[in-house]
């Protein structure tokens, strides 16, 4: 019998740009598979003008999805890796992580200008705080408006003059085929750390899936993937980050060792912790080994601080 799939996805375009890609992969390793993307609109996309952060932070974008979950109307989520908290309630399972994208930021402007020659004053569109700092400690001349909508009213806001740049993703630029030469200049990770997550894609489920389901969704999983967000989760999850800690962190993987880099900011962005941790990566890539290597960076931010900087918050 063909295996039947219902794929819960946010019904912005992006979104559904993901789900998609979820579910031609799906079609590509499971023989007469029969799969239909159902959109759910969550309350992150009621709200399209509030903060997040004042209204329910990140969670604003699963809830939904994980009450269908939860009563069978689909057989599983895709979501946005860095919009999934990073520890899940104990009915979910995070099913697989397919392979990343490129997890840079990425500035928006209509001549392609770099941050630091954005002139004093320059009206620069993030609603992030970790981007926010960042840039403004990169370029403190610059004035920083909200930003909210999907990523087509984003970039309508520079090319139209009511922002003179902005900073998104640059894996959404690319999944959506947004990304082409002159306006957009990807901003150096090291100064830019990504949100924890960033570019990859969470393909969520009930704790105890179908095991044919299980299967089948195995075999999209991305050890690599699996084993960077590991990391950067964890981190997230021991310094008890939330939706309005400005923090990035990124762990890159390369030949047989891992970096997990992590970039902190007090609430008004006055203060920050930076940090790295480098060491040979698991041969197996199993996501307990990259915990632990989440867990111990953690440990030392935290003796440094962190904790106080995020209480704050």
């Known amino acids: 019998m063909a295996l039947r799939l219902r794929i819960g996805s946010r019904p912005s375009r992006l979104a559904l740009a993901q789900a998609e890609i979820v579910r031609a992969s799906l079609a590509a390793i499971v023989p007469g598979l029969a799969a239909e993307i159902v959109e759910i609109r969550t309350s992150g996309d009621k709200m399209t003008t509030a903060s997040l952060a004042r209204v329910g932070g990140k969670g604003l974008f699963i809830r939904e999805l994980e009450q269908a979950l939860r009563q069978k109307r689909i057989d599983l989520a895709v979501h946005s890796m860095k919009d999934l908290p990073a520890v899940l309630a104990p009915e979910f399972h995070l099913a697989a992580v397919p392979p990343r994208e490129d997890a840079r930021d990425v500035l928006v ?43 087509d009213t984003r970039l309508r806001k520079v090319s139209e003059g009511a922002l003179d740049a902005i900073i998104v993703a640059m894996a959404g630029l690319k999944r959506l085929g947004q990304l082409s030469a002159g306006r957009f200049a990807p901003l150096d990770e090291r100064e830019f750390v990504p949100a924890g997550g960033q570019a990859a894609l969470a393909i969520e489920t009930l ?51 891992i970096c997990l880099r992590a970039r902190l900011f007090s609430p008004d962005g006055s203060a920050e912790l930076s940090d790295e941790i480098a060491e040979i990566a698991d041969n197996d890539l199993a996501p307990s080994a990259a915990e632990a290597l989440g867990a111990r960076l953690a440990e030392r931010m935290l003796a440094r601080g962190a904790d106080r900087m995020i209480a704050d918050a």
Do not use: Q
């Open 207 to 257: 704790a105890h899936p179908p095991r044919e389901l299980e299967h089948a969704l195995a075999a999209l999983n991305d050890s690599r993937a699996r084993y960077e967000t590991a990391a950067e989760r964890a981190f997230l999850a021991a310094i008890g980050a939330s939706c309005v800690t400005p923090v990035g962190v990124k762990a890159t993987l390369s030949d047989d060792s």
């Open 109 to 151: 402007t209509r001549d392609g200008a770099a941050l630091a020659a954005l002139p004093k004053g320059s009206r620069l569109g993030t609603s992030s705080p970790r981007r926010r700092f960042a840039a403004l400690a990169a370029n403190p001349g610059l004035e920083i408006s909200a930003l909210r909508g999907n990523v």
